[in-house]
T-cell receptor
C-alpha cells in the first residue's frame, strides 16, 4: 500500500538557520503530495501542495518540489523563525470512492530557538 | 467561508464508559468527512470517512464507530472505551470534486481514557 516516511525528529535549530525536513513516499499511480503543519494544541493546516512531477509548492517561505525520480518531497526554508516551531506532516493523496484519503508520515517536531 | 467545529476540546473518560464526539461543517454542501486519530508520538491514522449521509467507510477494525446523520454532521462513538482509545481525534472535510483538494481540519479533541 501507499506510505510516507519522514525524517525522524525532533529537530532543533537556531533562528535564521536553513531548514530541510526529508520526506519520501511509496505509491502506485501519481498521487498529489502535501505538507501540513500543526501548531501546539491545534488541528492541522495545509502548508503547501504539489500535484504532479516537478511541481514546486510554496507558502510562507517554505518550498517543496515533487521529485518522481527519487520519490521525494522534501520541505525547505531558507531562514526559519521562532514562530515556525510546530509539527510538520508530509502526506500523499489516495483517492477511494470519491473520498480524498490522505496517508500521513509520522510527523517531525521542529523547535526554533531565538 | 467554510468552518469546521469539533467538540469537546478535551475529554477525560473512565474505561468502559461511552463516547460521543461531534463535528459539524458550515459554509459548504455535500462535503466528504473524515475522522483521524493521532496517538501520542505517532502520526495520523484515518479511522473513518464518509462521502454522503449514512455512508461510512471504516479503515481499521476497532472499538469505535462513526455516523453521519446529516450532510454536515459527523459523529464518532464508542459503547465502551478502552485505554488504547486515548489520543487526539481530528475531524476533517474536503470537497467532493477535485482529486487534489486538500483536507481542512478541526482543532481536535484530546481524549484521555483513565
Amino acid at each position: 500500500g501507499n506510505s510516507v516516511t519522514q525524517m525522524e525528529g525532533p529537530v532543533t535549530l537556531s533562528e535564521e538557520a536553513f531548514l530541510t525536513i526529508n520526506c519520501t513516499y511509496t505509491a502506485t499511480g501519481y498521487p498529489s503530495l502535501f505538507w501540513y503543519v500543526q501548531y501546539p494544541g491545534e488541528g492541522l493546516q495545509l502548508l503547501l501542495k504539489a500535484t504532479k512531477a516537478d511541481d514546486k509548492g510554496s507558502n510562507k517561505g517554505f518550498e517543496a518540489t515533487y521529485r518522481k525520480e527519487t520519490t521525494s518531497f522534501h520541505l525547505e526554508k531558507g531562514s526559519v523563525q521562532v514562530s515556525d516551531s510546530a509539527v510538520y506532516f508530509c502526506a500523499l493523496s489516495d483517492r477511494d470512492q470519491g473520498a480524498q484519503k490522505l496517508v500521513f508520515g509520522q510527523g517531525t517536531r521542529l523547535t526554533i530557538n531565538p | 467561508s467554510q468552518t469546521i467545529h469539533q467538540w469537546p476540546a478535551t475529554l477525560v473518560q473512565p474505561v468502559g464508559s461511552p463516547l460521543s464526539l461531534e463535528c459539524t461543517v458550515e459554509g459548504t454542501s455535500n462535503p466528504n468527512l473524515y475522522w483521524y486519530r493521532q496517538a501520542a508520538g505517532r502520526g495520523l491514522q484515518l479511522l473513518f470517512y464518509s462521502v454522503g449521509i449514512g455512508q461510512i467507510s471504516s479503515e481499521v477494525p476497532q472499538n469505535l464507530s462513526a455516523s453521519r446523520p446529516q450532510d454536515r454532521q459527523f459523529i464518532l462513538s464508542s459503547k465502551k472505551l478502552l485505554l488504547s482509545d486515548s489520543g487526539f481525534y481530528l475531524c476533517a472535510w474536503s470537497t467532493r470534486t477535485g482529486y487534489n483538494s486538500p483536507l481542512h481540519f478541526g482543532n481536535g479533541t484530546r481524549l484521555t481514557v483513565t
